[in-house]
């Protein structure tokens, strides 16, 4: 590819998962306008998920609010609308795949961040724990997460988010945020309905706070 990628193509629900299945990819690229009603492109996305961690970008012609939410909700780290240029798509591909390779690599912005005594983030080794236990967090929702506790106890604005996270060219997509915030809730808030640690300031952004600050 004059791009300097390799890129193999599936053509149906049954090639990409078989695809997913045997090769480790680097970037999963799914169209989810399939001509055939009986397969659905969200649940594709799903399974390759559940396959692997690397990053899924979702492409469509619809452009609701819906459609990007369960795509997001599936696994999906970005979702560009069509029709786009080759420009606007490289562009994403590039600032999805830096967040992948920092997160193979292991690289952090800094050696490590230990906040209080109830949540730990090593951004060397990319690991979280919270009272103690491990948890898994997806490449996005690690540096959303270790983005905010950079921040602890200011408010970070949606647009300064996503551009920490995905790149200079985000900034409107707000549902990216309120998918990716409430899945970390449910990962690692007690009680995600009545957060603690990542606290949404209406109509600006989030704050990140450790529990010892809310006692």
């Not at 997001?72 to 967040?99: C, E, T, W, Y």
């Not at 983005?147 to 996503?162: D, N, P």
């Amino acid at each position: 590819m004059s791009r300097g990628y390799d890129v193999t193509l599936a053509l149906d629900d049954r090639d990409a998962k078989e695809f997913a299945s045997t090769v480790d990819p680097d970037l999963s690229i799914l169209d989810l306008d399939f001509e055939n009603p009986d397969v659905n492109g969200v649940e594709i996305c799903k399974g390759l998920r559940e396959l692997s961690p690397a990053p899924i970008m979702a492409l469509s012609a619809r452009g609701d609010e819906d459609i990007r939410v369960n795509a997001l909700n599936a696994g999906v780290d970005d979702f560009l609308q069509k029709p786009f240029s080759m420009d606007i798509f490289v562009a994403h591909v590039r600032s999805i795949m830096r967040l992948w390779v920092t997160y193979k690599e292991g690289k952090g912005q800094v050696e490590q961040v230990i906040l209080k005594s109830d949540i730990y983030i090593d951004s060397d080794k990319r690991q979280v724990k919270v009272n103690g236990a491990s948890v898994h967090l997806t490449p996005t929702e690690f540096d959303i997460l270790h983005y905010l506790a950079t921040q602890e106890g200011r408010v970070v604005t949606h647009r300064e988010l996503l551009q920490a996270v995905w790149g200079a060219q985000y900034g409107e997509e707000r549902e990216y945020l309120r998918v990716f915030i409430s899945q970390l809730r449910h990962k690692i808030e007690e009680d995600p309905l009545n957060p603690v640690y990542l606290l949404t300031e209406p109509g600006v952004g989030y704050r990140f706070t450790s529990r010892s600050d809310n006692q």
